[in-house]
């Protein structure tokens, strides 16, 4: 599935975070992790000598460290992990020369030119959250083909790596209701739909978990349900369109993984790179 788990490091302790998680999915996949760092002029052999040092403490086989001088952060870690089988596990706010915060910076300008998910770990991640094998993948949705983008990823992590998958639709109360009488809207429909998404990314004939939370934070209500699972992994498409009673997943993708107590797998569409507004078709 993956060969190579390719880590930007910048010194920071946060940024340092990633090595965990990096090197649960690379001893599980039989990967090897490619330490990074991106440097200004004349700190390569420093940056060399640091991440050396982190290579020789990891209990899983790394490559030869890799430092770049470039001003340009998230072009040269996007251009790490061009080749085949490449992943990018990378934490959500580090320094790199000046400080950047996700989504909107580094981390969404590697999702914007990279070609495939990237494992993010924010800064709320529990020591002692679940390890990967045999935990919970917990994948959103709010019915949209762009969040849904990120359903044939999920199935492939849940079927090698042995993860018990659940799918979480977020509805905001205030908008299921009816038009006339104010009744509640019967969730029937978004039921049956995430039922269906379940019973896809099921493992070995196995339907996976499901649930429709109601809650008008859908970050909140993701980052609570993953912490009671608990989840080993949250999948999500960074991007979603507004459907029945749902909020955009790419408005709260930010938010879940700022909170999350486990990494956060993002997905930018493919249709978001050229400014499409769909998934191209096939």
């Known amino acids: 599935m ?6 930007p490091l910048d010194g920071s302790e946060l940024a340092e975070r990633a090595l965990g998680p ?10 090897e992790l490619q330490l990074m760092r991106v440097v200004g002029a004349g700190g390569a052999e420093e940056a060399h000598r640091y991440l050396e040092g982190w290579a020789a403490r990891l209990d899983v086989p790394c490559r ?13 870690i996007a251009n790490a992990a061009e080749e085949p089988g490449a992943l990018i596990c990378l934490t959500s706010h580090g320094s790199s ?6 989504l909107g ?44 983008s990120i359903l044939p990823v999920a199935a492939e992590w849940a079927s090698h790596f042995g993860l018990e998958p659940w799918v979480t639709s977020v509805v905001d109360p205030d908008a299921a209701t009816r038009a006339a009488g ?11 739909h995430v039922e269906r998404v379940a019973r896809g990314l099921g493992v070995n004939g196995t339907a996976g978990g499901w649930e429709v939370l109601y809650d008008r ?21 960074t991007h979603g369109t507004t459907g029945l009673a749902r909020v955009a997943i790419g408005s709260v993708a930010a938010d879940v993984v700022r909170h999350a107590p486990c990494p956060v797998l993002v997905l930018r569409p493919d249709g978001l790179h050229d400014g499409t507004t769909e998934p191209p078709a096939g």
């Open 2 to 7: 993956y060969r190579t788990v390719v880590v």
């Open 22 to 31: 990096a090197s649960t999915v690379a001893r599980a996949a039989g990967a």
């Open 64 to 76: 030869p460290p890799y430092v770049i001088e470039a001003d340009w952060v998230a072009e040269c």
């Open 97 to 102: 020369g000046v400080r950047r915060v996700l």
């Open 105 to 148: 910076s580094v981390a969404e300008d590697v999702l914007r030119l990279g070609s495939g998910p990237v494992l993010v770990v924010g800064p709320e991640l529990a020591s002692g959250s679940p390890t990967l094998q045999g935990g919970r993948l917990l994948v959103c949705t709010d019915g949209s083909a762009f969040s849904e």
């Open 182 to 192: 104010r009744e509640p809207v019967p969730d029937t429909v978004d039921s049956a």
């Open 217 to 237: 934070d859908p970050a909140a209500a993701i980052v609570d349900f993953a912490a009671r699972l608990p989840a080993a992994i949250v999948a999500m498409a």
